[in-house]
């Protein structure tokens, strides 16, 4: 079975432009969360899709926002990027998010960089 | 709120031998999950071993085992035999309760504890 695949690996993006990053869920999945990993720190959550529907979101402005698509892909939108955007932007796929222990299996990242 | 404190930024273990890598947790709900991941340098997060908060055992997968000290609040990885391709990064996170913030997969992740496998 295909594992989490993610797109682009490396970007490079200048403050007040867009970026979407790309997310293929391990086959069988539909659950997709998505987390940033900023330098020398852990990841922290910022949202969760399930079945299409958001159903969890972390502590993160509104100009970070997704979308599931009906194959459990997903994509994640960071609007008028700031330098603080700077980081590892880590996706996970997982069963069904209420199931016991439920393990997420995550992809390589999408480094993104701010100047 | 949930929180995770990995105390040890790096550790140095010679190879074969065994490592202990320290993680403490705090929350108030009584039904919470603990994982332990690798992440090295390619950056995927690979999961290790999982231990649900009403286990009565210590989990343990291959070389891999948790010391979970409910009372203490802590959940520690033991590696034994360490080998050369165990350096990398290590984060112990906590899953929340499923509820309409986190929607039942939010980890929270402790800043993790490098570790470096030498001959």
Known sequence: ?115 | AQKITQTQPGMFVQEKEAVTLDCTYDTSDPSYGLFWYKQPSSGEMIFLIYQGSYDQQNATEGRYSLNFQKARKSANLVISASQLGDSAMYFCAMREPYDITGGGNKLTFGTGTQLKVEL
Not at chain 1, 28 to 57: C, D, M
Not at chain 1, 80 to 100: I, K
């Open chain 1, 1 to 115: 079975e295909t594992g989490v695949t993610q797109s682009p690996t490396h970007l490079i993006k200048t403050r007040g432009q867009q970026v979407t990053l790309r997310c293929s869920s391990q086959s069988g999945h539909n659950t997709v969360s998505w987390y940033q990993q900023a330098l020398g720190q852990g990841p922290q959550f910022i949202f969760q899709y399930y079945r299409e529907e958001k159903n969890g979101r972390g502590n993160f402005p509104p100009r970070f926002s997704g979308l599931q698509f009906p194959n459990y892909s997903s994509e994640l939108n960071v609007n008028a990027l700031e330098l603080d955007d700077s980081a590892l932007y880590l996706c996970a796929s997982s069963l069904d998010p209420e199931s016991g222990a439920n393990v997420l299996t995550f992809g390589a990242g999408s480094r993104l960089t701010v100047l």
